[in-house]
């Protein structure tokens, strides 16, 4: 078992954000969340978190709700990489990383040796080990998003939240972080705004629209131009790449569609 959303509805400012949105990923799979702005992305992503609760349904974790467990005990298990963080601390890359160890250490001890296998590791995984003794302040927008997503590693967790992590990262480390998560071998959820690289690098795809699931399955099964026109009013062509498990839609955006 492991981390899901069970018809999970919520509300703000009296308007209905999510309405009824179940989410079960397999365990080990990387699940792509797909949907333009404003389609509850994000909120869903907080729920699984246990950042927010939801208005009606549940979240579980191993079969028990997210609510009857407590924050430590979720974050073990769960990590979450948000759009935008920042500091006012004086904090180098090294500092922010091992933050990801805290769930696993008592209060004030020091680092164990599997605390700073942890972190290495993570560095490594990220491409910053010869940028751990940088201050967070002198980062770049795609640095500090990497060095919190060697944050969410160092915690070693079983299951991954990431929302929109590819935004100001260059193509190359797009493509490296992705790879990297598919690599993994945790339940990985993952907001993205690129239809190419979700199916690229996606076992499965949820398709968001106006807070309801509007298509679920493999990329081959969901990225189809009828729903790409249909959810994001735009006219695009698709292809395949070629067959067998490699096989993937490529997508061709050809423009709005005029009544949009």
Not at 134 to 149: D, P
Request: glycine share 10%; charged share 25%; hydrophobic share 40%.
């Amino acid at each position: 078992m492991t981390l899901g959303a069970h018809r999970v509805s919520r509300t703000a400012a009296g308007r209905l954000i999510l309405d009824g949105v179940d989410l079960t990923p397999l365990p080990g799979s990387f699940t792509g969340l797909l949907g333009p702005n404003g389609s509850g992305k994000s909120t869903l992503l907080r729920l699984l978190a246990g950042v927010l609760a939801p208005a009606s349904g549940v979240v579980t974790l191993d079969g028990h709700p997210l609510g009857d467990l407590g924050r430590r005990a979720v974050a073990r298990r769960v990590a979450v990489v948000e759009q935008q963080v920042d500091t006012q601390l004086d904090l180098t890359v090294l500092d922010v990383v091992r933050l990801g160890r805290i769930p696993h250490r008592r209060a004030w001890s020091p680092p164990t040796p599997a605390d700073e296998r942890a972190v290495r590791t993570a560095l490594e995984r990220t491409d910053l080990t010869d940028k751990a003794d940088r201050s967070w302040h002198t980062l770049s927008g795609g640095e500090r998003q990497r060095v919190q997503i060697a944050r969410a590693l160092a915690q070693e967790p079983r299951e991954l939240l990431l929302d929109e992590p590819t935004n100001h990262l260059d193509i190359q480390h797009q493509l490296d972080l992705l790879a990297l998560i598919a690599e993994l071998r945790v339940t990985s959820v993952v907001a993205l705004h690129d239809l190419n690289l979700a199916a690229m690098y996606c076992d499965r795809i949820v398709v968001l629209g106006q807070g309801r699931v509007v298509a679920c399955g493999t990329p081959a099964e969901t990225l189809t131009e009828a729903l790409i026109a249909d959810v994001y009013g735009v006219r695009a062509t698709v292809t395949r790449t070629g067959e067998g498990p490699g096989d993937h839609p490529h997508i061709r955006f050809l423009g709005t569609l005029p009544d949009r």
